[in-house]
């Protein structure tokens, strides 16, 4: 089993910038993805990005693309989230997920381990 830890969440204003990290520790295939979730008050979870453990194959959602940039380091086991021109709707938990299966999938049944999650808060 893979533990996630999450970190670099914060308060911000619109406009401004955050980078999320998430450590993994336990053995992972470089065929499986590593996503990022979020979930918003009152609102299902939803997926923001993932990204192939071993690089090359990157999904977005619409709400973020152009905004948001995944991108991994294997040697620290660590999986970023930069996040630039925030919205107060980008406000949410942001989860750091590893994927059970071999193909990008947005879905939260594909995702077999999850972190604690960081809070992000954007104000207007």
């Known amino acids: 089993q893979v533990q996630l830890v999450e970190s670099g969440g914060g308060l911000v204003q619109a406009g401004d910038s955050l980078r999320l990290s998430c450590v993994s520790s336990?053995?992972?295939?470089?065929?499986?993805?590593m996503g990022w979730f979020r979930q918003a008050p009152g609102k299902e979870r939803e997926f923001v990005a993932s990204i192939r453990y071993s690089g090359g194959t990157i999904y977005y959602a619409d709400s973020v693309k152009g905004r948001f940039t995944i991108s991994r380091d294997n040697a620290k086991n660590t999986v970023y989230l930069q996040m630039n021109s925030l919205k107060p709707e980008d406000t949410a938990v942001y989860y750091c997920?590893?994927?059970?299966?071999?193909?990008?999938?947005?879905?939260?049944?594909?995702?077999?381990?999850w972190g604690q999650g960081t809070q992000v808060t954007v104000s207007s």
């Open positions: 336990g053995r992972t295939s470089s065929n499986y993805f």
């Open positions: 997920a590893r994927s059970r299966v071999v193909y990008i999938s947005t879905l939260r049944s594909d995702y077999a381990d």
